[in-house]
């Protein structure tokens, strides 16, 4: 791979909707700061991914604020997040993202996280030929995907993160059900959903 010949800069991007930030986003954040070729790593927030239905969304503004909250518990941790996105057209196509990032940051080298299930689907992708011809992809596993595979038909690079099986959909379903899923977000995150009543159904109260 490129990154690992480049004495440039290297920094890792962590697309997300982060519907809300949870312990997984994290874990696998330090993860990657550890053990993949990265000087820092940036969350970029996408307002609106257009290969996810909008309707669960709570506004980027929320979104923001508990990524901010997430990583307040870790000042260490060289990890910031990015809103480029919410000044770009919507929805936001990752491909697009990077050629302003670039355009910026012409010295910086910049790396893509993404799970294996992302990778399955990058032919969905707008430009994604491009996408893989011109930036690193670092590739993380998920259940039930064939990593070796992914990884060998693309071309990208496979990082051994334990997988994590902590999802947002779940989380956001728990927490309209009424129950307490404190100890799956970051510390403060949960208390924010609930200040706001984020996720909550309108016809339940926790």
Known sequence: MKILESNRHKTGLFFGSFNPVHIGHMALANYFLDFTPIDDLQLILSPQNPLKANNELVSEQH??????IALEAYPELPISVNTI???????????DTLAELQKQNPNITYLVLMGADNLAYIERWKDYKKLLSEYEVCVY???GYDMHELTERYGVLSVGAPIIEVSATFIRAAIGNGYNFSTYLPLGVWDYIKKYKLYYKSDKEQ
């Open 63 to 68: 979104r923001l604020k508990m990524l901010e």
């Open 141 to 143: 596993p998920r259940m």
């Open 85 to 95: 996105e919410f000044d770009l057209p919507k929805p936001s196509y990752t491909i």
